[in-house]
C-alpha cells in the first residue's frame, strides 16, 4: 500500500544528515505534491544562562538560521514545490518537531537525520531522533 502524504515536516540544523533529509523530503513532497515545512529549532538548553551572553548568542544563532532558512525556502522553489513553509523556533527540539508542530499543522511525515549537531545533548539526554521516532503522531523518515 502506498501512502500520499500531504504536509511534510523537515527538520534542518546544518549538519550533513540533515541535508540529506532535506534532499529527501524535497523528492517526497514533490512526488506528492505535498506542502513542505522545514523546520529550524534553536535549542535553548544549548544556550548560556548569562542574560548579555544569551541574547547576544540568540541574536547570532538566529540571525544564521533565517539566512540559511532563505536559502532552503528558494532552493525548494527551484526544485519545483509549490507550498513552503519555513518555521523557526526556540525550545526543546524534540517536543516542537516530534510533537508540537506535526500536532498543530496536521503534519503526517516527519523526514530527518540520524544524527545532528547537538552532539553533547545527546550524550546527556539521549537522541533526539529516537525521541521523535518514539512520540510522534505520525510516520518518520530517518536519513542516514
Known amino acids: 500500500m502506498t501512502i500520499s502524504y500531504q504536509n511534510i515536516l523537515v527538520a534542518v540544523d546544518g549538519s550533513k544528515q540533515s541535508e540529506k533529509a532535506f534532499s529527501e523530503a524535497m523528492a517526497i513532497a514533490k512526488q506528492n505534491h505535498a506542502s513542505l515545512y522545514i523546520v529550524s529549532i534553536i535549542n535553548e ?19 544564521a538560521i533565517e539566512l540559511e532558512m532563505l536559502k532552503k525556502i528558494n532552493d525548494a522553489k527551484e526544485y519545483g514545490i509549490d507550498s513552503i513553509h519555513a518555521v523557526v523556533e526556540t525550545g526543546d527540539p ?26 553533547i545533548q545527546q550524550a546527556l539526554v539521549g537522541s533526539t531522533t529516537s525521541y521523535i521516532v518514539t512520540h510522534a503522531p505520525c510516520n518518520v523518515l530517518v536519513v542516514k
Open 94 to 119: 524534540r517536543e516542537l518537531i516530534g510533537v508540537d508542530i506535526p500536532n498543530k499543522e496536521q503534519i503526517d511525515l516527519i523526514v530527518m537525520g540520524a544524527t545532528g549537531k547537538g552532539a
Open 45 to 63: 538548553v544549548e544556550l548560556t544562562h548569562s542574560a548579555y551572553a544569551f541574547s547576544k548568542i540568540y541574536a547570532e544563532e538566529k540571525e
